[in-house]
């Protein structure tokens, strides 16, 4: 079966609005769908970055295509799809438009907290919430903080609690930052301690919760309608069945920073694509050669001709790196509670290496496109300067130099990276 009829297959499936939930996805069918949405994205693409429109639109799509859903798991009605599948599915929805395929990043990262922390009625209730089309959004990262890892968002008791610090209700008050997704989801999981300097835990919040405001002052210079503002959080009453622990995570080997990282490498991946692409139809379509060439299309210009080969093979070689990565991912996870330390250092070196690849590729990618269309490229309103902005802000997610610190580390002497969620 084509990438074409799987499409059309699934589109004549029962809608959201008409089943009550969104299509369950095999893995095929969730990438060649992406690979759909993908191409549709890229259509308007320019547009609104260069306006800064929402893609409010483009995320109901994506919620009622059912990709949002491909993680949650069999036993709750889900495909229990894997990290290489989701890493190619985000890898097309970032050629298409990687705004918005960062905007559900974090929905992704909390499904699988979901299903590493989540008691038996969170996931019941919360993987229900998904497949009916529901977003999860982020209330992670705090700006005023010293570095990312630190959180002053704190979960007060409503009255008395009892042994281990448990209470029926919690207050929960706090300002967030880099809140990707938020000013679009249903639901918005929010980072903070239980007490004072107590464990991290999170707390799943009704985006229009009473308390709750999310700001939409994100004014980055690339992947500018990601709308990734503030959350205010003040008095916000949070039952205790709303609270999974986070700090847990940490206390085990574990691929929950891989799978997170992967995913930003996807993106990053996506953006060298599209990058190259645009630069292919512009150099065929609209660039003049260079006298010196003596040839009739700049397209025929071997100094041409080899700078997009030597792109080409960056591209290609950072989409392989995210594909080994994501099977690296899966291959730790299939060990579930037996992960070892060597088997999960395993995962994330695999992404670290994809991460510095694409990072690399989106760059050169994004910068060397105009060196190959000339100087017509660079007018305002082809908005090809969009693909340069968004790999510089995106790929500023972790800096590239400690991937491969830490994989020049392990190449030295063995040292196994650490186990956070940066990795």
């Keep these: ?20 939930r969104v299509p369950v996805l095999t893995a095929t069918e969730a990438v060649a ?21 929402l893609p409010t639109e483009q995320l109901d799509e994506l919620s009622a295509s059912g990709l949002l859903a491909v993680t949650v798991p069999r036993e709750h009605g889900g495909a229990g799809l894997g990290a290489a599948t989701l890493a190619e599915v985000v890898r097309h929805l970032a050629a298409g438009d990687p705004n918005v395929a960062q905007i559900p990043h974090s929905h992704f990262v909390y499904v699988n907290a979901l299903r590493q922390q989540g008691t038996a009625d969170q996931q019941a209730f919360l993987f229900a919430e998904v497949l009916r089309g529901k977003r ?24 008395p609690t009892g042994s281990g610090g448990t209470a029926r209700e919690w207050l929960l008050d706090g300002e967030k930052g880099y809140a990707t997704g938020a000013l679009f989801a249903h639901w918005i999981p929010v980072l903070a301690h239980l007490g004072e300097n107590g464990p991290l835990h999170v707390a799943w919040i009704e985006r229009h919760a009473e308390g709750v405001t999310v700001v939409d002052d994100w004014d980055g210079v690339g992947q500018r309608t990601t709308a990734s503002g503030r959350v205010l959080l003040e008095g ?86 995210v594909a080994e990565a994501g099977r690296a991912v899966d291959r730790a996870s299939a060990a579930g509670a037996g992960l070892t330390a060597e088997a999960a250092a395993e995962a994330s070196l695999a992404v670290a290496a994809a991460r510095a690849a694409t990072t690399a590729a989106s760059l050169d990618a994004g910068s060397r496109l105009f060196e190959v269309c000339g100087t017509r490229s660079a007018l305002a309103g082809l908005a090809l300067d969009r693909h340069w902005r968004n790999a510089r802000t995106h790929t500023l997610h972790d800096p590239a130099a400690w991937k491969v610190q830490h994989l020049g580390r392990y190449a030295v002497d063995g040292t196994l990276p650490p186990n956070n969620g940066q990795l």
Excluded at 33 to 47: C, I, P, S
Excluded at 136 to 159: C, D, M, Y
Excluded at 299 to 321: C, I, K, N, S, Y
């Design 236 to 321: 916000v009453r949070v039952p205790a069945d709303r609270l999974t622990p986070y700090h847990l995570t940490f206390e085990r080997p574990q691929v929950y920073g891989a799978f997170a990282q992967l995913l930003h490498a996807a993106i990053d991946a996506g953006i060298a694509r599209a990058a190259l692409a645009d630069a292919a139809e512009f150099v065929t379509t609209r660039s003049r050669p260079y006298p010196d060439a003596g040839v009739e299309r700049a397209a025929d210009d071997p100094l041409v001709v080899h700078a997009f080969g030597e792109l080409e093979l960056q591209t290609r070689a950072a989409e392989a790196l």
């Design 33 to 53: 769908v992406a690979r759909d949405v993908g191409a549709r994205l890229a259509t308007g693409a320019g547009e609104r970055d260069r306006y800064r429109v």
């Design 1 to 20: 079966m084509t990438s074409r009829s799987v499409v059309e297959e699934v589109a004549r499936r029962p809608s959201l609005g008409q089943a009550g």
């Design 136 to 159: 999860f959004g982020n209330a992670q990262s705090e700006i005023k903080s010293r570095h990312l890892r630190e959180h002053a968002t704190t979960l007060r008791p409503v009255g």
